[in-house]
């Protein structure tokens, strides 16, 4: 079994989806706890790794073998408890930073502010030390779209924002609820999200 940490309700059609078309034999199992990402954004991640190794403890004593947490704010704190809990924690977005790394010029762009440091510091340290020209940018009022419900206005936002970025090698939508975006820019630059590497790491890890 699968658990995945999510802190919005919305991800759960999107893996349930991933795992239907690749890896049908998995049992997946959605903890969704929104109070964390709030908690996180105004106190910062660390603020709420008790709470994170907590939950994710049980879900290990109920039968999950592997721990995929969706969101990337506070990824880095789920992914630290994975020594203490006995089986692999990933974070979705790990895959998608192993990809930016092998380019160049790479532009994190996010709806979250708290999400765009944890993105690219993940991206530095998949780069192993290779020279590497990154930068973020902050969609602004696409966040409160997402929260009002609205995902329309909301990937529109997004695509609006990735339709300006100029001089870039890749470009790396820093949360998961950002992926349909890509679909929505006009940019030809090449945009990464974490969704699907994201899973499929997870299903390997979990042994399917």
């Known amino acids: 079994m699968l658990a995945l940490l999510h802190t919005s309700p919305v991800h759960i059609p999107v893996f349930d989806a991933l795992r239907d078309t690749g890896r049908p034999s998995l049992e997946l199992r959605h903890l969704v706890h929104g109070e964390l990402l709030a908690r996180a954004m105004a106190e910062g991640p660390q603020s709420v790794a008790p709470a994170v190794e907590e939950i994710l403890a049980a879900a290990v004593a109920e039968g999950a073998t592997a721990v995929l947490c969706t969101c990337s704010t506070i990824g880095q704190v789920a992914e630290a408890c994975a020594p203490r809990l006995g089986v692999p924690v990933l974070r979705v977005d790990r895959p998608m930073a192993a990809a930016a790394a092998l380019h160049r010029r790479i532009v994190v762009v ?81 945009v990464l999200s974490s969704p699907g590497t994201g899973f499929h790491a997870a299903a390997a890890a979990a042994g399917v």
């Open 110 to 190: 996010a709806a979250v502010r708290s999400t765009l440091e944890p993105t690219a510091a993940l991206i530095r340290e998949e780069a192993a030390g290779r020279d590497i020209d990154l930068s973020t940018r902050l969609v602004d009022g696409a966040w409160e779209r997402f929260e009002a419900g609205d995902q329309d206005g909301y990937l529109d936002a997004v695509a609006g924002a990735l339709d300006e970025v100029r001089g870039a090698d890749v470009i790396v939508l820093a949360q998961a609820s950002m992926a349909d975006a890509a679909g929505r820019t006009s940019n030809h630059v090449p």
